[in-house]
């Protein structure tokens, strides 16, 4: 029986169904005891396999197929009307030819499968932030990742009413054939369709499909921001909170700062640290005039390689309960989920993440997929935000970018306004790591980290950045900064601790918020004065010299950094906003 008389969701539900042609439709209502029976077919099925009971209560493994294991930003389409809306750094397909294409890949797909449908929110339930989804799958796996990682059942379709405001998603396994897998985004329409996949960053639609891509376009419609950011909350000594979005391209450290632990001489003043969201920021004016933001996910679908008690203890103690592992390997000594860098003890008894014996104490080969994830409640966070559910946001004082540059990029410094802010963070771009394909030290822009993941023409986005800017109140607008943890010494070793410590760098960057601190005044923004930034307990590790060569500006570098932005410019022939154009001509002035 149909949980909903909403006419336009009957009517694509229907149209859908008919092409897909499921035995079986079951219509999600969020009940435990309905996720209970999903549960047992899957394990039936071998769909999920059931890890240790007693150390692991409620969490499951589930293994993808082998060529099946990651995002494929290639078979990745924004389907705009035009391939000038969908801008140069997105591949774009006619959406009539798209869904030419897709309908062709998805007829009679669900023959002899059972079709779930989800209704699920992006955001609380209700919330003025939050938008409705329904997701149509042939997956359990998806049903039960999605239970996890938003909001579904009922409530969302009461909610919704018959409001035509939804994201529509078709989701067909098919038959995991690579070369008709095929991700597509409709920003025009609200449509999503994923076909010829079954791993989460491309089925769990509600992810990085609807809360980033198709978000993004509605945002850039509605006057809002749907961004790749994470949201902490600092709470200092007085109990006072203030928060901070902050983007990251990946290996830069995003969850590990998201829920950060702070030092023992932080700690024992009485300083806390909250986890609002670890992956995505959506960001409205408030009634007050400044800018909110909540995170739309109610999960964590975290990279598992490298989460241990040291690296991450709070993510790690999140997946200890009501956890779906992918893509792990299987102790069998104890029944649990193992992974490079969980410990120094791989499992000598052991399944790995290809479902092959494995010894982890003498093969050469990786008992975990290095991109495999775990996806648990973010209720299990110990540092969970008590502002989490709130249907209004949290303020937010800063705006922070980063990326990885051994030499070019201090510690941290602030950019001079808003605009010169968006500049700063259009200009965002990282030195590749070895866990990046392809060579070592390369720099790839990512502005705002958002490069894969914005639902329509990048130079309108800054633009769009632009105008949210205008719309505020300079003295309401939340500053913007930049912070590099992986500056590198003559002998190529780090110079920052990383870690808890970057709490330092946080309390600064609050602090000019505030306007209780001073800075200096370079050619690429204000730097903190070195005894502005406090050292204590980490004198033996990083000396004021130290902090000072941090904290240099080396003009060439940054000649040279102009020229790489004027070429990333140029890509967008000419739709760059005037603004940051004028932003990059006087950064030169000023090199010079």
């Known amino acids: 029986m149909a949980l909903t008389k909403n006419p336009t969701i009957l009517a694509w539900l229907e149209e859908q169904l008919a092409l897909v042609q499921p035995e079986k439709i079951v219509w999600i209502d969020g009940s435990e005891a309905q996720l209970n029976e999903l549960r047992a077919e899957a394990l039936a099925s071998g769909e999920l396999q059931k890890l240790n009971d007693e150390l692991l209560p409620d969490c499951y493994l589930h293994r993808t197929a082998l060529n099946d294991v990651a995002r494929v930003e290639h078979r990745t389409f924004i389907c705009a009307p035009t391939k ?25 797909s669900y023959k002899g499968r059972t079709a779930y449908i989800i209704p699920y929110s992006m955001g609380p339930v209700g919330s003025p932030f939050s938008k409705a989804g329904v997701e149509l799958t042939d997956s359990i796996y998806v049903v039960l990742n999605m239970a996890i990682m938003t909001r579904v059942g009922t409530p969302v379709f009461e909610a919704l009413g018959d409001s035509d405001d939804w994201v ?19 920003p025009q329409d609200n449509t999503i369709i994923s076909v010829n996949s079954g791993y989460g960053g491309n089925v769990l639609l ?164 290095p991109n495999s994830r775990f996806t648990a409640p973010a209720k299990n966070c110990p540092c969970i935000s008590p502002e989490f559910e709130n249907p209004q946001g949290v303020p937010i004082s800063a705006f922070v970018f980063g990326g990885r540059r051994a030499k070019l990029t201090p510690l941290v410094y602030q950019a001079r306004d808003w605009n010169h802010g968006v500049f700063v963070g259009s200009a965002m771009a990282s030195e590749t790591t070895a866990a990046a394909a ?22 309108e986005y800054w633009q769009h950045w632009i105008d949210i800017g205008a719309a505020l109140e300079p003295e309401k607008a939340p500053k913007v900064f930049n912070v590099n943890w992986f500056r590198k010494d003559e002998e190529g070793n780090f110079m920052w601790p ?20 001073g800075a200096v005044e370079t050619p690429i923004g204000f730097v903190p004065r070195a005894e502005d930034v406090n050292l204590e307990g980490i004198e033996s590790e990083v000396s004021a010299e130290s902090l000072k060569a941090m904290l240099e500006v080396d003009p060439a570098l940054w000649q040279t950094e102009a020229e790489g932005i004027a070429e990333f410019y140029a890509k967008f022939e000419g739709k760059a906003p005037k603004e940051l154009q004028d932003c990059l001509e006087a950064l030169k002035a000023k090199l010079r």
């Open 84 to 108: 000038e809306q969908a801008g140069p750094t997105n591949n774009w397909m006619d959406p009539q030819q798209a869904y030419a294409l897709l309908k062709g890949i998805a007829k009679g």
């Open 168 to 186: 529509r998603g078709l989701h067909c396994r098919c038959g995991i054939v690579e070369e008709d897998r095929y991700i597509c985004q409709f």
């Open 206 to 369: 509600g992810k990085k499909c609807f809360a980033l891509r198709i978000a993004s376009y509605q945002g850039y419609r509605e006057q809002w921001l749907a961004e790749h950011m994470l949201i902490l909350g600092v709470e200092n000594p007085q109990g006072e909170v203030r928060y901070i979005c902050a983007a990251f391209p990946s290996m830069c450290g995003k969850t590990n700062l998201a829920m950060l632990i702070p030092p023992e001489s932080y700690r024992k003043k009485g300083y806390k640290v909250w986890c609002v969201g670890d992956d995505i920021a959506w960001i409205r004016k408030g009634a007050d005039g400044r800018l909110y933001a909540i995170n739309p996910e109610n999960g964590f679908f975290g990279v598992a390689p490298g989460t241990n008690a040291k690296s991450n203890p709070n993510a790690l103690e999140a997946t200890r309960r009501g956890t779906i592992f992918t893509n792990v390997a299987l102790n069998l000594d104890d029944n649990t989920a193992w992974w490079e860098g969980l410990d120094k003890n791989p499992p000598a008894n052991a399944i790995d993440w290809k479902g092959n014996p494995w010894n982890g104490k003498e093969s050469a080969e990786k008992g975990a997929h």
């Open 438 to 459: 392809g060579a070592v030290g390369v720099v790839r822009r990512d502005p705002m980290a958002m490069l894969p993941f914005c639902g329509y023409n990048m130079a």
């Open 498 to 517: 990383g870690f808890g410590d970057n709490l330092r760098v946080l309390d600064w960057i609050l602090d000019r918020c505030e306007g209780k601190v």
